[in-house]
């Protein structure tokens, strides 16, 4: 069965992303968000809209940059790098370096279904 995708409003797109990151983050920020990604997305495509074929990728790709970057929280910090037991030390990645922090890289993971949206650009 084929469903229709229609596309949602700033407030759904809002709601569904607060249900999908799993804690009650500031609506604020996960707007900033979902217009960050959308940014993105149209930038990436070079188009004016985002077709309603691309809701669910927008909404993915919102959560990982979320759970990335940790927006809204005091210290971010990355995984442990090292630790050192004389005279202890921890070390850790920082948490926005995509070298450090393969959650990053998100958007590599989209290009593929983005790519059939992209127009070309000179």
């Not at 004016?48 to 929280?73: F, H, S, T, W």
Request: charged letters at 25%; one cysteine or more; proline letters at 2%.
């Amino acid at each position: 069965m084929i469903r229709k995708v229609l596309q949602m409003t700033m407030t759904e797109r809002v709601t569904l992303l607060n249900k999908l990151v799993g804690d009650e983050a500031d609506p604020e920020i996960l707007q900033f968000i979902l217009e960050k990604c959308q940014d993105m997305i149209l930038n990436y495509c070079r188009i004016k809209e985002l077709p309603a074929a691309l809701e669910n990728v927008l909404i993915n790709m919102c959560v990982d940059l979320y759970r990335a970057e940790q927006l809204g929280k005091s210290q971010v910090t990355g995984a442990v790098k090292s630790v050192t037991e004389g005279d202890v030390s921890v070390t850790y990645t920082s948490a926005t370096n995509v070298s450090e922090n393969k959650g990053m890289e998100f958007l590599k993971d989209y290009t593929k279904q983005l790519d059939r949206y992209r127009r070309m650009g000179w």
